[in-house]
């Protein structure tokens, strides 16, 4: 089966500083992958070059065997819930309706399937209650469910999402999971920037540890090993706790 997506040597820097080396990854289809790694390692910066938010400096992304702009509406991006300006005046329900644009257009007003989407993703997401409050109303933990809503709209394939647990409640966090799950189960994919490595073993199937570079990258029973873990935290006072858990 084709890969969801590929990294073919994807570098990218901040002025001068390198962020990201060389980086090679292949993500399987209908998993939940965990992206971790310290402080710094570019978690982030790779998610936002692969869609291209951010042009990498050099290597290249492909999604379902092509780029990107060939297959844009299987690909949704679920960003952190910090990334919503509070202060802008829009409803949940019109925020998860965008998710429906990637396949309808934004000049296309939504017609009565694109609602009906909308609906069911407030559902899934345990946000249909709120579906007339304006975002800036809503917790950190609610607005996250509210961006994911808006990718399932979109009906993509794949979805990447940076952090989705930062800054959450419990009970978002717990929703957020069993979402990600029903879509893994649906042969969908998730590719997830994650830091709490307590958690990898429970909420993924495939884990890539990034510093910068690829240090290991595939089953979690198989890569998430302290040995790995511990090249990948050279500043191992991040995963020290964890690795004491280990034994």
């Known amino acids: 089966m084709t890969p969801a997506c590929e990294a073919h040597g994807i570098g990218f820097a901040y002025d001068t500083e390198p962020v990201l080396s060389g980086v090679d990854l292949t993500v399987p289809q209908g998993v939940v992958m965990a992206i971790v790694g310290p402080n710094g390692a570019g978690k ?3 998610v936002q070059a692969l869609l291209g938010l951010i042009p990498p400096l050099a290597g290249r992304a492909t999604f379902f065997g092509q780029p990107l702009a060939r297959v844009r509406e ?11 300006d509070p202060d802008f005046p829009i409803s949940v329900e019109a925020v998860v309706l965008m998710g429906t ?3 309808s257009g934004w000049l296309r007003r939504p017609g009565a399937a694109a ?5 069911e993703a407030m559902d899934r997401t345990g946000v249909a209650d709120l579906a007339r409050r304006q975002i800036g109303e809503l917790s950190g933990g609610q607005r996250q469910r509210v961006l994911l809503a808006r990718a399932l709209a979109q ?17 978002s966090q717990q929703a957020i999971v069993d979402v990600l799950h029903a879509l893994r189960d649906e042969g969908k994919t998730v590719v997830m920037v994650h830091h709490d490595l307590a958690t990898v073993p429970e909420y ?44």
């Not at 949704?76 to 910090?82: G, I, K, N």
């Not at 999402?161 to 009970?171: I, K, Y």
């Not at 884990?207 to 302290?226: K, M």
Request: net charge positive; aromatic share 8%.
């Open 44 to 46: 982030s910066t790779l």
């Open 74 to 84: 299987r690909v949704a991006y679920v960003p952190q819930s910090t990334s919503v």
């Open 101 to 103: 644009y990637a396949r």
């Open 115 to 119: 609602r009906a989407r909308a609906r």
């Open 155 to 171: 009906g993509a394939d794949l979805y990447l999402m940076d952090e989705p647990f930062q800054g959450v409640d419990a009970r």
């Open 204 to 247: 993924c199937d495939q884990v890539t540890l990034l510093n910068r570079r690829v240090i290991a990258s595939g089953p979690v029973a198989e890569i998430f090993t302290a040995e790995n873990i511990r090249i990948a935290y050279d500043a191992p006072g991040e995963a020290a706790a964890f690795l004491r858990s280990l034994g």
